[in-house]
């Protein structure tokens, strides 16, 4: 008996073994293919993918506090991170999947809704998922973490056929971005996280809501001080909405 019981257990550990190997195989070869896409997505591409848009400011032109209100209120890990996050990622997929949804929503790094942007499509799906991570961790050993900021606050749509921070703060404030109050860039850093939701000729009190998120963050953050903080949320948005067609 004690001989038998041995025999099935070499056996079963044998079966056990070569689907471990098998599982890994089959890991090291999709790892691999979704490696060398994104190194072709990458190699293929240059500066030029990003500046396409009117308006376009280098990372020198565009006001510290944009730049602080993006990075607060989307991917505060942006300047430490290598282009993913990945304990974001994991509480986007539980949350994603404790609240029974299909898709996996949240958990993108700036460099990943970047990547996005440019190189894939708005589906929310875990292909495109997997595909946003190499990409994104292959974009940050490219291009520095200055570029990255810069080529995302000009390509961020900003509603209204707007695609730079310069072409938002034209429209809705006739205001170069230099001249904008600290709650009005806010206002326009609200926008991004959805066009339609935010958009600032459709639904200002939303994107007031959005701007006054923003707002504490900067200040938890260190990057705004309590009276920065109180005059920013006091101060009355106005938008321009004259002669300006409204779209999603």
């Given at each position: ?88 990622m994991a509480r986007g ?103 339609t939701a935010f958009n ?49």
């Amino acid at each position: 008996g004690g001989k038998l019981m041995k025999k099935k257990r070499k056996t079963i550990l044998r079966v056990l073994y070569s689907l471990i190997s098998l599982f890994l195989i089959i890991v090291t070869i999709i790892f691999s293919a979704f490696n060398s896409y994104a190194n072709s997505v990458i190699n293929s591409s240059s500066v030029d993918d990003f500046t396409k848009h009117n308006g376009y400011l280098s990372f020198d032109e565009i006001p510290s506090h944009i730049v602080d209100a993006f990075i607060c209120i989307e991917d505060e890990t942006f300047w430490t991170n290598n282009g993913y996050n990945l304990k974001s990622m994991a509480r986007g997929i539980y949350v994603s999947i404790s609240s029974g949804g299909d898709n996996l929503q949240g958990g993108s790094t700036i460099t990943q809704q970047l990547v996005k942007n440019i190189y894939l499509t708005q589906e929310q799906s875990v292909l495109r998922k997997i595909k946003e991570f190499f990409i994104a961790a292959k974009f940050n050993d490219k291009y520095t973490k200055k570029q990255t900021i810069e080529f995302y606050i000009n390509n961020c749509y900003y509603a209204n056929n707007c695609y730079t921070i310069e072409s938002a703060s034209l429209l809705y404030f006739g205001l170069n971005p230099a001249e904008l109050s600290l709650s009005q860039s806010a206002y326009l850093c609200a926008i991004p996280n959805s066009p339609t939701a935010f958009n600032p000729l459709k639904n200002p009190k939303a994107a007031i809501k959005r701007r006054d998120l923003i707002l504490e963050k900067m200040l938890e953050r260190g990057c705004i001080s309590q009276k920065e903080y109180n005059e920013a949320i006091a101060e009355e948005i106005t938008i321009n909405t004259s002669d300006i067609p409204t779209t999603k």
